[in-house]
């Protein structure tokens, strides 16, 4: 699947781009493509659990095509984020 398609997808209902964005299009590609789903799916045979919200989870509602009200993407936020040092 071309990225770029799904970037501008991601940026046009997130309002503006970001590098969250880009790494939950890039993880949710990924994602798929270890389970051997198309990209993006057509079907609801998929359930997408993000543990981060805003723009990681548009990116990857735009590479997946999960999202809240389809019940097919769940949003777990524990409140902590992972740094990297």
């Not at 940026?11 to 590098?19: N, T, Y």
């Not at 990681?56 to 389809?70: M, Q």
């Amino acid at each position: 699947m071309n990225l770029q398609p799904l970037l501008e997808k991601s940026s046009r209902d997130h309002s503006h781009l970001c590098p969250r964005q880009i790494l939950g299009v890039r993880m949710g590609l990924a994602g798929m493509a270890a389970l051997g789903f198309d990209a993006p799916p057509d079907k609801k045979r998929l359930l997408v659990i993000v543990e981060s919200d805003g723009c990681f989870a548009d990116g990857v509602i735009a590479a997946t095509n999960c999202t809240v009200g389809h019940r097919t993407l769940r949003v777990e936020d524990y409140g902590k984020t992972e740094r990297c040092n």
